[in-house]
């Protein structure tokens, strides 16, 4: 079939993403983060003045990026006097704006995040890489750059947070085998002689996001009751208390540091995120469990929340509204937007209207996707168009409805578009989360096949034309879905991952027993059933691999499955970019690789 013309082009989607995020407020002022695809894909850091003026704290080459964890998180921090410290991704080191940067930390191959700029003191998780990777809590003096160490020996750390009174540090930690998601610990560590308690967590409770209600409580998002909820317990462990018992989530999952789901206000009430997939944005009264969700222009919001006194500031979006670092007046109600992701939007009438759907896979699990129907107001559609299955990567992560333009790329050309929420996704409970446990490569996989045969027996989509396509995690789990039906025309992998043993024994220290949780202890015969490396004798549709040559999480998994599908004659494209890691930033990358996208998926609906 050919392709609708479309106004929206492959640069439009490279190029028009500013992915700002990470907004912080102080005295009519707020700072948040902008990415730079035309810069190389460095990060900066703008500040709007209480007046409204805008600027660019950084300008080319530095980039507010850190490494902790690989994945990073919030990059910087803002003192009482309005200095921002960051993270400049080149050498990892802290440094101060104050007119030209300056660095506060010595040189050495060390990596901060989580960062809180406190009396005169950065506190952070500090990660040094000297032989073995090792992590503890410190503070870094804002003037001399003299490091003190208050908590190790824990092999993560996450949310610091000082108490009122400044004689407590509460924080997260964790250990491996473990993940975030799986199991933590609230500890809180006595400043005046740094002993150290637990309050809360263990080995299966996921605690995350603590937060002091004074000196003595503080609050917390706790997953005991299967849901990630909130919670209030003293700094001793006593007095726990579910502040708003609900099926719903109120954090996600921890994989970059430095998120802020929920906040506690002047007035002592909280504005939380909550919900099941997208996290709608209300206040808490934790006196009287009342929660308000508030009336505003976005569907959902990014767990990355700022207050200042009666304002809010965060990062909120829609289907059909860009990403924005948005500001709310609780007082008066008023929203407004400060900053959008997308600065030029196509006419609404080419984006697509997600449809949030459950359905049954195999043994009756419901699953829960967003469809999105072909949209053009120009074309005439078809009963049963082409569809592709978008999948997620982490996998313990999820897809949510916000405004995407890769989507609307596609919608807008005549094919459809289901995001699947495969079991094992964050957004749906703990249960829904550990259905993956032990059962990645078949639980991903059926789910992800029952919705193709979904879109089929809902006589939504021609049947001789679905593809799939997914980064990462979930390259994985289309490679092993083409290698295990024959339901898809094609597949497209970015940095995908087809085999189980090096990607446990080379990936980066935070994954590194990740494959324990997903699969089990190594064992050859179970890893050759589920990794697609070993299954590729079964693909038997064309397939397009993309990789980045500097990927630290899996540098050489696609071009190995692309040498086994090549011997066995299976069509195959191999895609590789330098400069790029596990994650495309560079426009120049993006436009060639979704070019080459979409002329693979005219080819195999032809």
Same mark, same amino acid.
């Given at each position: 079939?050919?392709?609708?013309?479309?106004?929206?082009?492959?640069?439009?989607?490279?190029?028009?993403?500013?992915?700002?995020?990470?907004?912080?407020?102080?005295?009519? %002022?707020?700072?948040?983060?902008?990415?730079?695809?035309?810069?190389?894909?460095?990060?900066?850091?703008?500040?709007?003045?209480?007046?409204?003026?805008?600027?660019?704290?950084?300008?080319?080459?530095?980039?507010?990026?850190?490494?902790?964890?690989?994945?990073?998180?919030?990059?910087?921090?803002?003192?009482?006097?309005?200095?921002?410290?960051?993270?400049?991704?080149?050498?990892?080191?802290?440094?101060?704006?104050?007119?030209?940067?300056? #660095?506060?930390?010595?040189?050495?191959?060390?990596?901060?995040?989580?960062?809180?700029?406190?009396?005169?003191?950065?506190?952070?998780?500090?990660?040094?890489? +000297?032989?073995?990777?090792?992590?503890?809590?410190?503070?870094?003096?804002?003037?001399?750059?003299?490091?003190?160490?208050?908590?190790?020996?824990?092999?993560?750390?996450?949310?610091?947070?000082?108490?009122?009174?400044?004689?407590?540090?509460?924080?997260?930690?964790?250990?491996?085998?473990?993940?975030?998601?799986?199991?933590?610990? =609230? @500890?809180?560590?006595?400043?005046?002689?740094?002993?150290?308690?637990?309050?809360?967590?263990?080995?299966?409770?996921?605690?995350?996001?603590?937060?002091?209600?004074?000196?003595?409580? =503080?609050?917390?998002?706790?997953?005991?009751?299967?849901?990630?909820?909130?919670?209030?317990?003293?700094?001793?462990?006593?007095?726990?208390?579910?502040?708003?018992?609900?099926?719903?989530?109120?954090?996600?999952?921890?994989?970059?540091?430095?998120?802020? #789901?929920?906040?506690?206000?002047?007035?002592?009430?909280?504005?939380?995120?909550?919900? %099941?997939?997208?996290?709608?944005?209300?206040? =808490?009264?934790?006196?009287?469990?009342?929660?308000?969700?508030?009336?505003?222009?976005?569907?959902?919001?990014?767990?990355?929340?700022?207050?200042?006194?009666?304002?809010?500031?965060?990062?909120?979006?829609?289907?059909?509204?860009?990403?924005?670092?948005? @500001?709310?007046?609780?007082?008066?109600?008023?929203?407004?937007?400060?900053?959008?992701?997308?600065?030029?939007?196509?006419?609404?009438?080419?984006?697509?209207?997600?449809?949030?759907?459950?359905?049954?896979?195999?043994?009756?699990?419901?699953?829960?996707?967003?469809?999105?129907?072909?949209?053009?107001?120009?074309?005439?559609?078809?009963?049963?168009?082409?569809?592709?299955? !978008?999948?997620?990567?982490?996998?313990?992560?999820?897809?949510?409805?916000?405004?995407?333009?890769?989507?609307?790329?596609?919608?807008?050309?005549?094919?459809?578009?289901?995001?699947?929420?495969?079991?094992?996704?964050?957004?749906?409970?703990?249960?829904?989360?550990?259905?993956?446990?032990?059962?990645?490569?078949?639980?991903?996989?059926?789910?992800?096949?029952?919705?193709?045969?979904?879109?089929?027996?809902?006589?939504?989509?021609?049947?001789?034309?679905?593809?799939? @396509?997914?980064?990462?995690?979930?390259?994985?789990?289309?490679?092993?879905?083409?290698?295990?039906?024959?339901?898809?025309?094609?597949?497209?992998?970015?940095?995908?991952?087809?085999? =189980?043993?090096?990607?446990?024994?080379?990936?980066?220290?935070?994954?590194?027993?990740?494959?324990?949780?997903?699969?089990?202890?190594?064992? #050859?015969?179970?890893?050759?059933?589920?990794?697609?490396?070993?299954?590729?004798?079964?693909?038997?549709?064309?397939?397009?691999?993309?990789?980045?040559?500097?990927?630290?999480?899996?540098?050489? %998994?696609?071009?190995?499955?692309?040498?086994?599908?090549?011997?066995?004659?299976? #069509?195959?494209?191999?895609?590789?970019?330098?400069? +790029?890691?596990?994650? !495309?930033?560079?426009?120049?990358?993006?436009?060639?690789?979704?070019?080459?996208?979409?002329?693979?998926?005219?080819?195999? !609906?032809?």
């Amino acid at each position: 079939m050919p392709f609708w013309p479309s106004p929206i082009s492959t640069t439009d989607v490279a190029r028009a993403g500013l992915y700002v995020g990470w907004p912080t407020a102080m005295g009519g %002022q707020v700072w948040w983060t902008e990415d730079r695809p035309d810069e190389a894909g460095r990060t900066t850091i703008v500040h709007r003045a209480a007046d409204g003026t805008r600027t660019e704290l950084l300008q080319a080459p530095w980039n507010a990026r850190t490494r902790v964890h690989e994945y990073g998180g919030r990059p910087y921090a803002v003192a009482e006097d309005g200095r921002v410290v960051f993270t400049d991704f080149a050498d990892q080191r802290l440094y101060v704006v104050d007119g030209e940067p300056r #660095p506060l930390t010595a040189e050495g191959d060390v990596r901060y995040a989580d960062l809180l700029v406190r009396d005169g003191r950065v506190w952070c998780v500090q990660e040094k890489h +000297e032989g073995k990777v090792t992590r503890s809590i410190v503070s870094v003096d804002l003037g001399t750059g003299a490091v003190k160490e208050w908590a190790s020996g824990s092999d993560f750390y996450a949310y610091p947070a000082l108490s009122p009174d400044g004689q407590h540090l509460a924080y997260v930690s964790w250990s491996h085998p473990r993940m975030p998601w799986n199991g933590t610990e =609230l @500890r809180v560590t006595r400043l005046s002689d740094g002993n150290s308690w637990t309050v809360k967590g263990g080995s299966s409770e996921s605690i995350l996001a603590p937060q002091w209600k004074d000196d003595t409580h =503080l609050y917390l998002v706790s997953d005991w009751s299967g849901w990630w909820n909130l919670y209030q317990v003293g700094i001793y462990g006593t007095s726990s208390q579910a502040l708003y018992p609900a099926e719903e989530e109120f954090a996600g999952p921890l994989w970059r540091l430095g998120g802020v #789901p929920y906040l506690v206000m002047g007035d002592g009430r909280l504005a939380v995120l909550h919900g %099941q997939g997208d996290m709608r944005l209300g206040v =808490l009264d934790p006196e009287t469990g009342v929660l308000t969700d508030l009336d505003v222009p976005y569907s959902g919001w990014d767990p990355s929340l700022a207050v200042d006194g009666t304002t809010l500031v965060g990062v909120g979006y829609g289907s059909a509204v860009p990403r924005s670092v948005a @500001r709310v007046e609780l007082v008066t109600g008023r929203v407004e937007g400060l900053r959008r992701d997308i600065q030029e939007l196509p006419d609404i009438a080419y984006l697509p209207s997600p449809r949030p759907v459950e359905f049954l896979s195999r043994f009756g699990r419901r699953v829960h996707a967003f469809v999105y129907p072909p949209s053009n107001p120009a074309a005439v559609h078809e009963d049963r168009p082409p569809y592709v299955l !978008f999948v997620h990567g982490g996998p313990t992560a999820h897809s949510d409805s916000s405004l995407d333009l890769t989507k609307a790329f596609l919608t807008s050309r005549g094919l459809g578009v289901m995001d699947v929420n495969y079991g094992g996704s964050t957004g749906y409970g703990r249960a829904y989360r550990d259905r993956l446990r032990g059962q990645w490569g078949v639980v991903d996989v059926e789910d992800t096949i029952g919705a193709a045969e979904w879109l089929v027996a809902e006589g939504l989509a021609d049947p001789a034309r679905i593809a799939v @396509r997914g980064g990462s995690a979930g390259g994985w789990t289309v490679m092993a879905a083409c290698c295990t039906s024959e339901v898809f025309a094609g597949g497209v992998s970015y940095y995908g991952i087809s085999a =189980l043993a090096p990607l446990a024994a080379h990936t980066h220290d935070f994954e590194s027993r990740y494959v324990e949780w997903l699969v089990g202890q190594e064992d #050859p015969d179970v890893y050759a059933a589920r990794e697609p490396l070993s299954l590729a004798a079964g693909v038997s549709c064309p397939m397009l691999l993309l990789q980045g040559l500097d990927d630290p999480v899996v540098p050489e %998994q696609s071009a190995g499955f692309a040498e086994a599908l090549s011997e066995r004659g299976v #069509p195959c494209t191999y895609l590789a970019f330098d400069g +790029e890691s596990h994650g !495309f930033r560079r426009a120049e990358t993006r436009t060639a690789a979704l070019a080459a996208e979409l002329a693979f998926y005219q080819q195999i !609906f032809a």
